[in-house]
């Protein structure tokens, strides 16, 4: 079975830097997009970036280009995402999420939640 | 950047209905398009791929039309697990993009 599990909930100050964790298993991790996709409380999804493991490849979308990190440890099949300083505004939900044919999203990860204080 | 449009936001409609829901991308993007539902608390589930391929597993009173920049999502007779919220997704070329969803409830 393909999954994505997310690791748990984090609650941050503001400023405090943040790595969250996706651990792929039952596909070729190496050759497939993985990518992440934000969710603000009560709003729509936005898509954030992705990358192809076995080469490196990282295409973001401009709106969090140069605010977040994508990266992977082939591996271990592990997906991360991470921050050096958070916002307040940084408060949502994360999914991570596996690209499939036609660029669409075929599996994402449960979520996970980060809730950032001010 | 490519912007895509969803249509209506929400929509009220009742068991057995049939509905369906647009999404417009700003520039062409070809069969590049994706649908997924969103019930509350859950993560979004794909459901058409390349504008008119249903996911497997999916059921076939969904269905998926139209290419280049207007794309339609249809449910031929609404059940009630249908009631969530339904976005779109190009993936033409990076950055990619979602419509704001179209909430679905039931009337």
């Known amino acids: 079975e393909v999954q994505l599990v997310q690791s748990g909930p984090e609650v941050k100050k503001a400023g405090e830097s943040l790595k969250i964790s996706c651990k792929a298993s039952g596909y070729s991790f190496p050759n497939n997009w993985i990518g992440w996709v934000r969710q603000m409380p009560g709003k729509g999804l936005e898509w954030m970036g992705i990358m192809k493991p076995a080469d490196g490849d990282i295409r973001f979308s401009p709106s969090f280009e140069g605010q977040i990190i994508i990266s992977a440890d082939e591996s271990l099949s592990l997906a991360y995402l991470q921050w050096s300083a958070l916002k307040a505004s940084d408060t949502a939900m994360y999914y991570c999420?596996?690209?499939?044919?036609?660029?669409?999203?075929?599996?994402w990860g449960q979520g996970t939640m980060v809730t950032v204080s001010s | 950047d490519i912007q895509m449009t969803q249509s209506p936001s929400s929509l009220s409609a009742s068991v057995g209905d049939r509905v369906t829901l647009t999404c417009r991308a700003s520039?062409?993007?070809?069969?590049?398009l994706s649908w997924y539902q969103q019930n509350p608390g859950k993560a979004p589930k794909l459901l058409i791929y390349g504008a008119s391929n249903l996911e497997s597993g999916v059921p076939s009173r969904f269905s998926g039309s139209g290419s280049g920049t207007d794309f339609t999502l249809t449910i031929s007779s609404l059940q009630p697990e249908d009631f969530a919220t339904y976005y779109c997704?190009?993936?033409?070329?990076?950055?990619?993009?979602f419509g704001q969803g179209t909430k679905l409830e039931i009337k």
């Open positions: 997704q190009h993936s033409f070329r990076t950055p990619y993009s």
């Open positions: 999420v596996k690209g499939g044919a036609y660029g669409s999203v075929d599996v």
């Open positions: 520039q062409t993007i070809k069969n590049f």
